[in-house]
T-cell receptor
């Protein structure tokens, strides 16, 4: 049983560019949450998707947007990249009605903005 | 505003010793308190979690102590092993509704052989 799969594992982008990160949730999960983890910091909640809609959003600018597809997979898009967007981006999946039972993180995408 | 404060930032413990990491929270609506373990290049993995209706929970060598009145909780790792060397994060959430986690800044634990 595959866990949470994120792609790519690493990428390097230039300031001002746009990037798309992808997440496939664990089998049976329907909710996807995205977190940003800066170096030496704890993960910070970006937003959460359920039933293809953004359900909650953390304190992140509109440059951060997302999408959830009918198969529950999700994308995180970041526009107009800044150097400060360099971080590990984590996806977590869960089943909506089970709260934190089975809440599982992927290994993340390491984004470097130069 | 940091809602979950974690200390210490780093910790060195000898093999066989006890590792203790502390966290304090501000939001009294939080009702779910997990601890996560993260190895380099990996995502956080749930270690143990507690809810405020109990003051202590033990799973193997790992114990959470919870003090609701002080709004504090701590992780104790008994008989610490080199394989426990990792970064540990406390977190908090309101379990009802849409589930999101507020994390502490992390503690880098090194267990020396």
């Amino acid at each position: 049983d595959a866990g949470v799969t994120q792609s790519p594992t690493h990428l390097i982008k230039t300031r001002g560019q746009q990037v798309t990160l992808r997440c496939s949730p664990k089998s049976g999960h329907d909710t996807v949450s995205w977190y940003q983890q800066a170096l030496g910091q704890g993960p910070q909640f970006i937003f959460q998707y359920y039933e293809e809609e953004e359900r909650q959003r953390g304190n992140f600018p509109d440059r951060f947007s997302g999408h959830q597809f009918p198969n529950y997979s999700s994308e995180l898009n970041v526009n107009a990249l800044l150097l400060g967007d360099s971080a590990l981006y984590l996806c977590a999946s869960s089943k909506r009605l089970q709260g934190f039972y089975g809440y599982t993180f992927g290994s993340g995408t390491r984004l470097t903005v130069v | 505003q940091q809602q979950v404060k974690q200390s210490p930032q780093s910790l060195i413990v000898q093999k066989g010793g006890i590792s203790i990491i502390n966290c304090a929270y501000e939001n009294t609506a939080f009702d779910y308190f997990p601890w996560y373990q993260q190895f380099p290049g990996k995502g956080p993995a749930l270690l143990i979690a507690i809810r405020p209706d109990v003051s202590e929970k033990k799973e193997g060598r790992f114990t959470i102590s919870f003090n609701k009145s002080a709004k504090q909780f701590s992780l104790h790792i008994m008989d610490s092993q080199p394989g426990d060397s990792a970064t540990y994060f406390c977190a908090a959430s309101m379990e009802s509704g849409y589930s999101t986690l507020t994390f502490g800044k992390g503690t880098m634990l090194l267990v020396s052989p």
